[in-house]
């Protein structure tokens, strides 16, 4: 077994899609353990959401990508959980920068 998803298209922004976001992500790493199942087993998840409309103001960058990191030195917990935005509005890749741009952009 992989790494498991949850991607949804939003093209409305309400006041509880990043605590859904969260939600969705968080239910999916726990409902993969039965009683009595290793820890070790869980695979990573993340929960990716294409919006046509700005989550985060006009400005900034089209892709945000949150995880368990820890706030002062950046160290990252695991690859447990990630919830992944991509604000379309934002999103303004010429065709002559394609061979340059990031995966996410391609």
Known sequence: FGDWFNVEMQVTVDAGLVHRLVYYASRLYVDQLQAGQE???????????????NLFGKRGQCHNHFAL???TSGKRLD???EVHTLELLKYNLKIGDIHRASKIEK
């Open 39 to 53: 820890y070790v087993e869980l695979r990573p998840v993340a929960t990716i959401c294409l919006l046509s409309k």
């Open 69 to 71: 990191t820890d706030a």
């Open 79 to 81: 690859n447990g959980v």
